[in-house]
């Protein structure tokens, strides 16, 4: 398939032939190969070699260094910048060839490090080309020291790097809020013959089970390789999608595509797996796909009478973020990540309240709060369940605090709620009593009672009749 | 079984009549005496190559079960049985599995193989063709132990490693002997490390060759080291029976306890075991 890819690229007039008679390759055919040079940085850049610092990041925070070195004349020094420089909040880059290596016939990427004080690297490896980042790598938390010391990132399989241009990257912010300098030497590809024992891993390595519906995508996460490597270490790396192939038990239920993402299509069980270079990775998705979800009821209100905060039927205002953290009792995770079907809902997990900010609505001449609420099957409701909304209203100076915020909360009792169904709320804004204005309103905030630890909301929007 | 104690005898280098052509060269680089002297061991007296699935050969193989003194003498952790879990012959190959489980009050369950009252025997050549487990606290051997003398016990009966390995050094095996005033911490040993690969990803052969005042110790084609009475302070204990041991220890003083990184279980596979004696063809 790559291989096919790549032959287009290179001589797309022959394929073209080909393709027109309708003939297969023939048997002598050869698949034009790119070099296979491993070196990326020794005594400097290898040719073709590019710097390309991330967006955000410190844009002079590498230099070739002179000075230092491992061996040979120069060496990669990064700059990790203090908190707060003006000048980028963190040193990341890639550093991609202008063509592309065959890296097949090597096992791992090598280099020797050092640093100014112990230091964890956040992220450092290779297969980042700011492109499909295809077969990423990335080795989390590298921890360097100030001696030189060689350091080893295994490729997850070398057979699919027959054409990668991103030969190295790293991301690594301040320590502790203070800068370091860290050197990094003789960077390259090497086939080391005594990196083994793969040990690949889906889901973290866990069998996951979850129930779940039709028309819903899920990406498999938790994508990583281990290889034993000679000094008896087990070295973990994430691993891009690309290096795995997924299988499903039940294509009928569920498929899963090349990048791991599933796609549920009926009623079933169907188990997702996959393997790295023929050994099979650790870890399942078992999915108990149910029927369709019952989307909530598309609003009908005409849109002159609405301001949409959230909702597929309106244009929204702009929502700086739907899962806002108050420290230190919140534990809600998820926001606007679910989809089903082309209709966005916002799934929350581990729920005990949330907060959603929104650009500064005026909603004075509004007379209702419209909310659609989902609790999932299998939550025990009981007498004094209950769900609260809070709207807050940032006042005249349109930020939070000044002074001039007014909080109103209204609860949503038990005899209101119910489980496996939406539940539609159209709440008189004069319910809440304490909201004195209502023309600077930022943000709406859900509380639930400890046992409806999950949630799933929709069409949130202010109307009037 | 043949007569044990049969003399072989001495032979100079000069061709390669050998099987192993690194020690001519071995022995050309680093021994000056003309007369220095290798037996050729090409009559075959025990060959185990494993062909029977099922139960390893009774004729040849008796088993140490439990925990023996100490872990063995060495603190090992696991507790050894015959079960077909831990030591079972499958498509050719011998296999000793170490588990972690808790068993008769130990935490890992493995196997040890001897030959003892079966097989013993002086001199020879001794090679076993295995692939090795790996892992931290993972401590496969294949070793020859001196026969019971009444009246003396270890390490004056002699002990003569041919492959020890330490799971956390996947490259490195070592060599070794022990004798009266060179055992444990103080035997005579040397590592052979491999290049670019390692012992667990693949089959290596693991031999010596034992004459009367050597032992050459062998992985593969390359002869990495050579023992002789000049080499031991002590007495040189290796002029009378030995019998062979293939084991799987997990933890010990020797590589330390596995940790959360070790993976199990862990499977220690031999291809065969063979001896040859030296059939007295003189090779000058």
Redesign the interface.
């Known amino acids: 398939m790559m291989k096919t890819n790549l032959y287009k690229l290179i001589c797309t007039g022959i394929l073209i032939g080909f393709t027109a008679c309708e003939r297969p390759l023939s048997d002598d055919v050869e698949f034009a190969t790119y070099a296979s040079n491993g070196d990326v940085f020794l005594d400097g850049f290898t040719a073709g070699l590019n710097y390309f610092p991330f967006e955000g990041s410190k844009l002079d925070a590498f230099t070739v260094d002179s000075e230092v070195s491992y061996d040979g004349e120069a060496s990669m020094r990064i700059d990790v910048p203090n908190f707060g420089d003006p000048g980028g909040a963190y040193a990341g880059a890639v550093f991609p060839t202008n063509s592309p290596r065959d890296l097949s016939g090597y096992d791992a990427l090598t280099f020797w490090a050092k640093a100014t004080k112990a230091a964890t690297i956040n992220e450092i490896g290779f297969g980042n080309n700011f492109g499909e980042n295809k077969f990423l790598v990335t080795k989390t938390n590298l921890r360097i020291s100030t001696n030189w010391v060689k350091y080893i990132i295994p490729i997850p399989d070398p057979s699919k790097l027959i054409a990668e241009s991103g030969l190295f990257w790293y991301s690594e912010g301040p320590e502790d809020g203070d800068g370091y300098t860290f050197w990094v030497d003789e960077v390259q590809f090497e086939k080391l013959g005594t990196v083994a024992q793969p040990r690949p891993s889906i889901l973290n390595g866990e069998d996951v089970e979850q129930t779940t519906f039709t028309d819903i995508t899920i990406p498999v996460t938790g994508l990583t390789q281990t290889f034993n490597l000679a000094n008896g270490v087990n070295q973990t790396v994430n691993a891009a999608p690309g290096y795995f192939t997924f299988e499903t038990s039940n294509p009928g239920v569920a498929l899963v595509n090349e990048q791991g993402v599933v796609t549920t299509l009926n009623e079933g069980t169907a188990v997702i797996t996959a393997l790295v270079g023929g050994v099979r990775a650790a870890g399942s998705l078992t999915l108990n796909v149910g029927g369709a979800f019952e989307l909530a009821p598309t609003p009908t209100r005409p849109a002159a009478n609405v301001i949409s905060v959230y909702s597929d039927a309106y244009t929204n205002v702009n929502v700086d973020f739907y899962n806002g953290f108050f420290e230190p009792f919140q534990t809600t995770l998820g926001g606007d990540d679910l989809n089903i079907n082309g209709n966005s809902i916002i799934s929350y997990t581990d729920f005990n309240f949330v907060g959603i900010q929104f650009g500064r609505v005026n909603a004075s001449a509004m007379t209702g709060l419209h909310i659609d609420l989902y609790i999932p099957e299998g939550i025990n409701l009981n007498a004094s369940s209950f769900i609260d909304i809070e709207l807050q209203d940032y006042g005249s100076d349109a930020v939070t605090g000044g002074g001039d915020d007014t909080v109103s909360r209204i609860k949503i009792t038990a005899d209101r709620l119910q489980t496996g169904q939406w539940v539609t709320l159209d709440i008189p804004l004069s319910d809440f009593t304490a909201l004195t204005t209502r023309t600077n309103l930022g943000l709406i905030l859900f509380q639930g009672s400890a046992e409806i630890n999950e949630l799933l909301v929709d069409n949130i929007y202010f109307y009037t009749e | 079984m043949k007569d044990k104690k049969r003399f072989i005898p001495m032979l100079r280098v000069a061709k390669s009549k050998l099987a192993l052509l690194a020690v001519v060269f071995a022995f050309a680089a680093c021994d000056t005496s003309e007369e220095q002297t290798v037996a050729v061991f090409e009559d075959l007296i025990l060959e185990d190559n494993f062909d029977q699935d099922g139960a390893p050969d009774a004729s040849i193989w008796n088993y140490d079960i439990g925990t023996g003194q100490n872990g063995w003498g060495n603190n090992e952790l696991q507790y050894y049985t015959s079960r077909s879990e831990n030591v079972s012959v499958q498509n050719g190959y011998l296999l000793i599995t170490a588990r972690k489980e808790n068993f008769q009050g130990s935490g890992y369950t493995s196997a040890r193989l001897l030959t003892k009252g079966k097989f013993e025997n002086t001199y020879g050549r001794y090679e076993a063709r295995i692939k090795l487990p790996?892992?931290?606290g993972i401590w496969p051997a294949f070793w020859l132990l001196g026969s019971d003398i009444p009246g003396e016990i270890w390490p004056q009966i002699g002990e003569i490693d041919i492959m020890e390995y330490?799971?956390?050094?996947?490259?490195v095996v070592l060599g070794t002997v022990h004798g009266p005033g060179y055992s444990a911490g103080q035997s005579i040993s040397k590592r052979y490390e491999l290049?670019?690969?390692?012992f667990?990803?693949g089959f290596h052969i693991f031999g010596i060759e034992w004459g009367p005042e050597y032992i050459n110790f062998y992985v593969d084609d390359v002869l990495y080291n050579q023992i002789t009475p000049d080499d031991v302070p002590g007495e040189w204990v290796f002029n009378h029976d030995f019998y062979i041991i293939l084991n799987l220890a997990v933890g010990g003083s020797f590589v330390g306890s596995p940790n959360a990184?070790t993976?199990f279980p862990q499977t220690m596979l031999v291809d065969y075991v063979r001896v040859y004696e030296s059939n007295g063809q003189r090779n000058f």
């Open positions: 790996y892992g931290q330490r799971g956390q050094e996947p490259t290049q670019g690969d390692r667990d990803t990184e993976v």
